[in-house]
């Protein structure tokens, strides 16, 4: 049953790649960037060795747009083809384990996507982090005066009984409503995307009123606004958070080349927030942004073309 219903959120990838090429983003995610939607939809098998092209899927969070198209310019720098696809967490881990992408750099491990990869791990490589330092939690503006979870519900009111969240299949959101358990809550979980979140943070700090959201660093939010992390006392959100690269198992028989530069790809919270910030800007393009990011950084860049699979 478990590996029926794995092929099944498999095959959604093609759907979900098509429905990207309509000019369409999934259902619960943000509105693709500029740039960012896929350029292939097709699925198919896993490539023979020697084949230049490469399929990226990530899930549409600001982080994994920045990531996916800084992988996608270098890849490209080295003569491959990338295309690019936004899909749910929970399609971007099968698709990788039956062969139908070849990697992800943007996978939030150890706890919140824990739930995708437990049941996939033995079926795809894990070439560890390539960000560490990460971090998940409820935040709020700077000028809300409770500083802890389980103060939320004697001020339930002052936030509309709400925590507003991000799109309902992430890992993030099931974590939040098992703290909501944990606390004791009266506080409902809204469902949304991380475009909806940081708008309603902006019309709250706008207007300064109280508001919490399911937050995570690096975001562009924590360089516009000034907010704060509450902190979990019983430490359901866990600690620090990493992301990795996953690649499906035989890419690196099959593309060495392109195995060694995403082993090798790693960077700082700080690199990732010059490139979000970029992607904040009116009428930004995604891939442009992170082709010139690239370009500025050719050391960096030349540390993983130049590493040995």
Not at 24 to 36: F, M, T
Not at 124 to 132: A, F, K, Q, S
Not at 146 to 154: E, G, M, P
């Amino acid at each position: 049953m478990k590996n029926t219903k794995l092929r099944a959120t498999a095959i959604m990838v093609s759907l979900i790649a098509a429905t990207a090429l309509a000019g369409c983003s999934p259902s619960g995610s943000n509105a693709p960037a500029k740039g960012a939607a896929a350029s292939s939809a097709s699925t198919a098998a896993a490539p023979t060795s020697g084949s230049r092209d490469i399929k990226l899927v990530y899930v549409e969070w600001s982080s994994c747009t920045a990531a996916t198209n800084v992988a996608k310019a270098v890849l490209e720098q080295q003569g491959y083809h990338v295309s690019t696809i936004s899909v749910s967490g929970a399609a971007m881990y099968s698709a990788l384990a039956h062969n139908d992408a070849d990697a992800t750099v943007c996978a939030w491990l150890p706890s919140t996507q824990a739930n995708y990869y437990a049941k996939t791990k033995s079926d795809l490589t894990n070439l560890g982090p390539n960000m560490t330092g990460t971090k998940i939690g409820l935040v709020v503006p700077d000028y809300v005066t409770i500083n802890s979870i389980d103060q939320l519900t004697a001020n339930a009111g002052k936030f509309q009984d709400r925590i507003v969240g991000i799109d309902p299949g992430a890992g993030e959101m099931d974590i939040t409503h098992k703290a909501i358990e944990a606390y004791k809550l009266p506080l409902k979980l809204i469902d949304g995307s991380g475009a909806t979140m940081a708008a309603a943070l902006k019309d709250a700090i706008d207007n300064h009123k109280w508001i919490v959201v399911t937050g995570w660093t690096p975001h562009w939010m924590w360089a516009r606004w000034k907010l704060k992390y509450l902190s979990d006392p019983k430490g359901i959100f866990g600690g620090a958070e990493n992301i990795d690269t996953l690649v499906r198992k035989g890419l690196k028989k099959d593309m060495p080349k392109a195995y060694g530069i995403l082993d090798a790809f790693h960077w700082t919270p700080a690199d990732m927030q010059q490139v979000m910030a970029a992607n904040q800007e009116p009428g930004a393009d995604a891939a442009a942004n992170a082709s010139k990011w690239v370009k500025s950084h050719a050391d960096l860049v030349s540390s993983w073309t130049s590493a040995k699979p």
